[in-house]
């Protein structure tokens, strides 16, 4: 459980909202964080408010300088469905109406082998700071979990101690509430036994595995972009800016692309491996990984006579609409 408390007026609905939430097997950490922003919002322009208003929830609504239109669409969601469960008890509620806005499209980047080393180079140069005080022991090793298991950066966030066999991750709760486990390789398990070792003494299982200082307080996406933008700037990759990446997401799609280059070369029965791709990566149908097959005769189209000899027409001509950081 992390460690948000709220103090405004309807301090207590939020609570049990996000409680009721998590009773139903949600994580509820991001939408948690939300919840804490809009009581804060509250709490300095509302601060004696009985039940949520359409002043309260168009001021919510608003777009913010500089934000993006899928960071408005998700906070405006969560907000939905608090309003929804706030009207239950009080029938005054003004329930949230607001329509999504478009989401630009995004071209995954794939990095290059090359990058990746370069970036885990920066990575490995990182020193001690206080702020963050792990930061150098942390993110090394966390940027190659998301690489090297294709995980989201989500729940990477939410692995705990317990979660952690000596060979594989076990994933409590993925998109959509699945579970499943993530063998890794070797190598890569040795290197999170001896971060547990240094930064987890006491071995508490009950521990967030990735944490944020010396206190044990859970590390958050938001966080990681930070270091991640930090890191491509010393490893000379270039960013192409708002909205154009690279993001942190796209190590997991550089993962399933590296694998899908190395199974092409190696000749292996693609048809035979994709199933447990989409197994390992945590997808519900093989939809998105014909996505995936697009990007990698983007990135390689001398693999395209390959791709197209093993599945003929079911590589996609376009992108999706969109494929969000939760893909």
Known sequence: MDDIVYIGPLHKQMENFVHYKRSLGYSYHEEADRIKRFDQMIQSNWPKAEYITKEIADAWCRRQPNESVSNQNGRIATVKQFTKYMAGLDNRTFIVRYQPGVVPKYKPYIFSHNEISLFFSAADSMRFKPRPALGHITYPLL?????????????????????????????????FGKGRMVPMDPVLAEMVKKYITQVHPS????????????????LYPTKIYDCFRDLLLIAGIKHGG?????????????????RLEQWIHENADINAWLPVLQFYVGHSDMDALGYYLQITTDVHPDLRNKLTEAFGDIIPMHYVEEYNENN
């Open 143 to 175: 940027f190659r979990v998301l690489y090297c298991c294709g995980m989201r950066a989500s729940e990477v966030c939410d692995l705990k101690l317990c979660d952690f066999d000596d060979i594989s991750f076990v994933v409590q709760h993925g998109k």
């Open 203 to 218: 071995g508490n299982p009950e521990e967030w595995l990735f944490v944020d200082g010396f206190e044990g307080r859970k």
């Open 242 to 258: 708002k909205g154009k990446g690279p993001r942190v997401h796209d190590f997991r799609f550089t993962f399933i692309v590296h």
